[in-house]
């Protein structure tokens, strides 16, 4: 799932003030979704993702919240957060995406996808509770926080569309950037329809051959890469691989990882993040010096590589690509800007590519 880089724990937790008519009329209501087309015996059939559910009667689809109730399919879990919290914006990770402010972070329950590794996998499997938080509450908590935005997070956000389309609809009228911390596992339909209020990306490439998202995350590659593409021509975006240990960490596969990045833009951030055991999956942690050479490989064709969830020297400080200055140092989730002026490179003018 989404969120293998972002989890929904350390944050500072969030104390809500609701409006009491809109937040409980939102709270109240049953909400049809969108982007699905009903079929014979009062089966649907849903068109959000790649999943393709066929959903009888009485029944949920792959992603578990979007249900089939007398032919009509129901946004479930609109209005229902499991998890909100203000967090660093380098925790999701972005690094390029106004670099040391917070930012609002929302979830719910539910993925579209079954990571073996997932480390939010009480989400997916909706093994914890969930409060109301109607589109208008969230807006107001952000806002109260001094937030840049809303950050959609923790689950996957595709599956929680109308809840995110309708909060992000009202944040943007209010001036709030919107972060999706997604796996990019959405048909192009309705990711074009949302993508016009979307201000920044992390998007999940967990693998670089379809094999692999078949067999460890019940998902397929293609939707994901035509995600990224299409994406990075619409907002900022971010790109987050999780080398999972004798799985995808092979030097081929980290080559084939870099090798798409470039193919879109050379500029864009890709976050190489280690992994440690978690849910079904008990491989060892990602040794140091896998993250190392991924970081490696990947400065040969990319402007900004980082590695995650590990302290190597110059691993998650930005520099300039050009002259090689440190422009953001960090510290984990704490950054502190160096060199870097009207978003350029303090010493020799170059664009940094960050958005300030």
């Not at 329950?109 to 989400?123: A, D, K, M, T, Y």
């Not at 984990?332 to 350029?344: P, S, T, V």
């Amino acid at each position: 799932m989404s969120g293998c880089s972002d989890d929904a724990q350390n944050g500072r937790r969030t104390e809500v003030e609701r409006d009491g008519s809109r937040g409980a009329k939102s709270r109240g209501c049953v909400k049809e979704a969108r982007f699905y087309v009903q079929e014979e015996n009062d089966a649907v059939h849903c068109l959000l993702c790649p999943q393709d559910c066929h959903i009888k009667k009485g029944r949920a689809g792959f992603c578990g919240i979007r249900r089939n109730e007398d032919g009509r399919l129901i946004a479930a879990m609109y209005g229902k957060v499991s998890a909100m919290q203000m967090d660093p914006v380098e925790k999701k990770p972005l690094y390029h995406f106004f670099p040391g402010k917070e930012i609002f972070s929302i979830g719910t329950v539910g993925c579209n996808f079954r990571c073996r590794f997932c480390q939010n996998w009480h989400l997916v499997e909706a093994k914890v509770s969930v409060e109301d938080l109607s589109p208008e509450d969230a807006v107001k908590a952000a806002l109260v926080e001094n937030s840049i935005g809303i950050a959609y997070t923790y689950n996957e956000p595709s599956v929680w569309y109308e809840y995110v389309f309708d909060t992000a609809k009202l944040a943007r009228e209010k001036g709030l950037k919107n972060v999706l911390v997604t796996n990019g596992f959405i048909n192009k339909e309705p990711l074009k329809e949302l993508l016009p209020l979307i201000d920044a990306m992390n998007i999940d490439l967990k693998f670089i051959k379809d094999d692999l998202y078949r067999k460890y995350s019940s998902g397929r590659l293609e939707p994901v890469l035509e995600t990224i593409r299409i994406s990075c021509a619409s907002c900022h975006v971010e790109i987050t691989n999780l080398l999972v240990t004798d799985v995808n960490d092979s030097s081929e596969n980290i080559a084939g990882i870099v090798d798409f990045v470039s193919s879109v833009n050379r500029s864009v951030p890709l976050h190489f993040s280690r992994y440690f055991p978690n849910y079904r999956m008990d491989n060892p942690p990602t040794p140091i010096d896998r993250l190392i050479e991924a970081y490696n490989i990947g400065k040969k064709k990319l402007d900004y590589v980082y590695a995650g969830n590990v302290s190597i020297p110059k691993g998650s400080d930005t520099c300039c690509p050009e002259c090689k200055e440190v422009l953001i140092r960090r510290n984990y989730y704490r950054a502190e800007i160096l060199n870097l002026k009207n978003g350029q490179c303090g010493k020799c003018s170059r664009p940094a590519d960050i958005i300030l």
